[in-house]
């Protein structure tokens, strides 16, 4: 992932209120028009972007006190860009129109006691606390919809963005957790330390989202989730502020800080982290498989991730994908294999995983080791433009759309095929067409896989949301009748709680329940994520 | 670790009741005294071993109903072999003949049901329940201390002990929380796959144990803790069965099996595991590294640590450590390199290893690649043999104690440091003597170390453990004021509670008792430990 550190952070300025990313990266009207046509059955014209001015937001409910006023907005803009995240049917809505969940009160504290300030004036009006680090969540996580509070303000911490102490020793740093991936790469290089977690989101989502989602970095092995990168939490409650022990690893107790990973704002709102670094990689090497077979592409990539050889990249792309993203044409499965080190050089060990890839039927691509190849080169640029893409089709009634997971080795084949067949009949059922239904293992483990599906199908103009519902419940069931998660990294908010719950075993449900409540005894934290948001008496 | 998994395992009739392991290997009376003269002012003659028959048990105060019956015992030898656990203030006390804490009954379920069963008839009995794995806890974490239950039952779970299914291809396997070390290990064998955990209790220690316990295992780095090697738990809590998915990594929501994780018995008891297994090693390879400097040494250490090198062994230690196992006798530090792989040579990457140690001061020994070496070879046998020396030792009435804990880098020096000064001068006030406070690194991460201490000092005959909890409490004050964790991976129990107590933050605290009323509303799992009892109403 050579580019991910450089590209520049945007202000918030030039963000899209509707869609992905900056909004002069979105593709033109005729772009849109001239990508629909490559899906059978798409509209013939782009929906327009409506403007700000014409937008029927709901009315404000609540006013700040004049002490917070100074941090607090309900400037149309700002309450129509956190309304949503960046699921397809958050931008679909928007495209429509429909912020009927806007916040009142789009508030960014510059400093922590402000967020406890915050959350002091909100438990005592009613209002509803949806913490926001730049919201590219994709399952309803930064948008309200309990319906049970007097007001709801969205707490953007995009402004608490430094990194705050480096200790080259230990190589980790503290860092606020309102700091955008590019921002903390770039306080850290002067270091030559990176944290090296490079999520699709990278440019769009802050060190706060990693950590409340369990968020998902490129590496495919090894140092998968941002969890393994944290050496301490310091996390504001409504009942205090939590602060763990800096400490390389520890056995006393539960770990704290794995109540908060994960709890998506719904037990307290995560200000700083000490994480853990890494030296800047200086000797990389990828290269390219080609595999007639999809299942002895698996085969391979199990092969890999029991290898012991810990490769930054492993990506799988099935034929469907390959061939979208340019790299493959005749039905093969790709897999792009990369290594690095900050070390030693890495030829050696990319051998041995193309080696392996080989007597499981692979054909290596001719790479020149030491340099990234071509074919991973356009996978990658590729990756980066999707959200974008997938805008532009929005604004072109097609639904597409992702979900990912992860399962063990023993059900992985299986689940592949089930998916590829039952959601391919349900998208048929849903769109009138056959769509498409590719796959991509994102990252790999000794024991299982993470399949990263992407969905793609003409949508009816109006319709295009409950279309993908239909389509994201049956995939929900078809990944629960294989024992596989509702999601690998992209989090729980609203969207997947119905998975959730049917995966969250029962006991557990209790004791989250009455950490909730301990923690947020006038349940104001992000109400309805993770758990049902609790009545009002 | 080439012996480790090949132990056999020793039946519970072997057991010492009062010290450590298979009492045929405590040592006789000759070699307590001979061994004791090696510390200035320990006492001339051994303490005589209690017989059974003539311990003061108290009175037994609970009677199981009849369909219980056959898997509770309240003979004397089951209650004086559950009343402690192994650590130094154990042994001693139950060599006293102290056994005022025993339990009233000892129950052995040969099912998850009749685990179920026991936990149902407790909470209506008033009985509070210990699970017990094979009672190795060092933290205080099997004896019950609260004095607010009717009665207390200690849950021997060794009767499941059973391999039940192996999934080759996903390599890992479930596991029943009972079984021993070798006896898994044993079961996995055939199948050429390894859990590849193995403590120092190895041989007397559990499954379910190890996971309630968060333990280490013997490799230096990268899967240091039992944690990272759990697909999924299953837990009884007196509200129902807990099962987790099996998952090769997830982010659906705050870990569930990371809440068990370290709950010690406090949350429910587990009765089984997927545990993700490996392939059993082929290359191994190993080498010693001598220093001058011990400070030296911790910069190779760190620099090994931070090398993405990932030794299988990284074992430092310091001058008194080495001299202590035989392995050095000029005041120096040595450092054991270790690494092995189930599918290429290592002699490289342990070429890569002694040149980063070098070029931080270190000199190399001698060292055929491929094999283990000399030094090695004998530390590791002492490390195991250890137990059963602190056993001679306590007969003498020496204190021998350990602890272990865990600080980063940056902190290391200072740490280590304050305990050899600081605590050094508490053993003198305590003992009057200078007595012997050693050094090793257990586990090393890129952002830290694992310092591992050892305490030996004479005591007095009948004040051995007030002379050690004096010592300790002094031990857990330096940790404390270095921002060292209480343990690295010997848990909390009883015996940590007072740093456990003053790290832990607050808000997760009110969290952690909310799970355990809502998981345990009668509080009769393990009252004590991690939490304050519930006072009866």
Redesign the interface.
Known sequence: MPDSSDRSTSSPAQRSWWGWGNADKALPDAECTALAALVPGAADTPLPVPAISALALPKVRVEPPPALAPLMSAAPLDRASHTYGKAFRDVMRALHGDLAAAPDQVARPRTEQEVIDVLDWAAGADAAVVPYGAGSSVVGGVEYRAGLHGAVVSLDLSSLDRVLEI?R????ARIQAGALGPALEAQLRPHGLTLRHFPQSFEFSTLGGWLA????GHYATLY??IDDLV?SLR?V?P??????????????????D???????GT??VITEAWM?L??RPRHKASATVLFDDVHAAMDAV?AVA????HPANCRLLDPGEAALAGVAHNGESVLVLGVE????PVDGRLA?LVTLARDHGGSAAATEPGTGDAAADTWRSAFLTMPYLRDALARMSVISETFET?????RTRELYEAVRERLADVVKEVTGTAGTVNCRFT?V??????PYFTVIAPGRRGDEVAMWDEIKAASMQILHDH??????????GRD?RPG?DR??????A??????K???DPAGILNPGV?LDPATTG
């Open positions: 200790d020793v230990s190589r980790s989602t369990r968020a998902g998968t989730h050496e996390v409650t009942v205090g502020v939590n602060e763990s022990l800096r400490l390389p690893g520890s056995g006393a107790g539960p770990s704290p794995r109540l908060f990973l994960g709890s998506e037990l307290g853990r890494q030296d199990r029991q290898s012991g050889l080190s900050a070390h030693a041995e992860s399962c063990t080795w023993d990252h483990y000794p024991d299982g896989a993470a024992g596989a998660t509702v999601t690998h990294h992209h989090a729980v997947h959730y995966q969250r075993p029962e006991p557990f209790l004791a989250l329940r009455a950490a409540e301990a923690l993770l």
